[in-house]
């Protein structure tokens, strides 16, 4: 199967500061989404970003899939940031997708 | 519009029994996939429902089976639970692609 990998692991950062979170996958896809999941477990939706580059707010994702990796940018931080980052990829076949998730990056966002 | 809900919160089960989780897709939405999430790993795919039908079922044992009601509603079911099932249960639905994931169930196995 695909094999995702995260980078950073963790990152401590100070309020405002900036970050570029990356994600690397081992097989060509169609579908990459990059999540937020907060300290209680939430799942939350920050891009679906198979190629190209989106933006929405202080965060922004490129993805060059002939590359076969995706980034995460996170411009002056909050500490709302705090959390685990993941990156899920696939192939979308039939109508049906099954996203492999990497391993996560967990960012802490110190005031 | 309410996004993906999932009950209980939380469940507390002792080795051997049995536990059913739930799941509620947004509004519009027909695939429902679960996921486990271990402590300080990324969510596994453990099966999905489209149809009422299992359209696909990622590498988990017979004790995991599930079911899709006609409203698109879902339901996990893990017997004979075991102290590694412990984890975070997420349901995802989608309409096509994009998912979206309820709040979870953490489940402790004692």
């Known amino acids: 199967g695909i094999q995702v990998e995260q980078s950073p692991p963790d990152l401590i950062l100070q309020e405002g500061a900036n970050s570029t979170l990356r994600c690397n996958f081992s097989?060509?896809?169609?579908?990459l989404q990059w999540f937020h999941q907060n300290p209680w477990g939430q799942l939350i939706n920050l891009f679906y970003?198979?190629?190209g580059t989106k933006q929405n707010g202080r965060l922004s994702a490129t993805t060059v899939a002939t590359e076969r990796y995706s980034l995460l940018y996170i411009s002056s931080s909050q500490t709302t940031d705090s959390g685990v980052y993941f990156c899920?990829?696939?192939?979308?076949?039939?109508?049906?997708?099954?996203?492999?998730f990497g391993r996560g990056t967990s960012l802490i966002v110190h005031p | 519009d309410a996004g993906v809900t999932q009950s209980p919160t939380h469940l507390i089960k002792t080795r051997g029994q049995q536990v059913t989780l739930r799941c509620s897709p947004k509004?519009?939405?027909?695939?429902v996939s679960w996921y486990q999430q271990a402590l300080g790993q990324g969510p596994q795919f453990i099966f999905q429902?489209?149809?009422?039908?299992?359209?696909q079922r990622g590498n988990f044992p017979d004790r995991f089976s599930g079911h899709q009601f006609p409203n698109y509603s879902s339901e996990l079911n893990v017997n004979a639970l075991l102290l590694g099932d412990s984890a975070l249960y997420l349901c995802?639905?989608?309409?096509?692609?994009?998912?979206?994931f309820g709040p979870g169930t953490r489940l402790l196995v004692l």
């Open positions: 995802a639905s989608s309409l096509s692609v994009t998912q979206y």
């Open positions: 097989d060509s896809v169609n579908n």
């Open positions: 970003i198979p190629s």
């Open positions: 899920a990829v696939g192939v979308s076949s039939g109508g049906s997708y099954i996203p492999t």
């Open positions: 509004s519009g939405h027909d695939t």
């Open positions: 429902y489209y149809e009422e039908e299992e359209r």
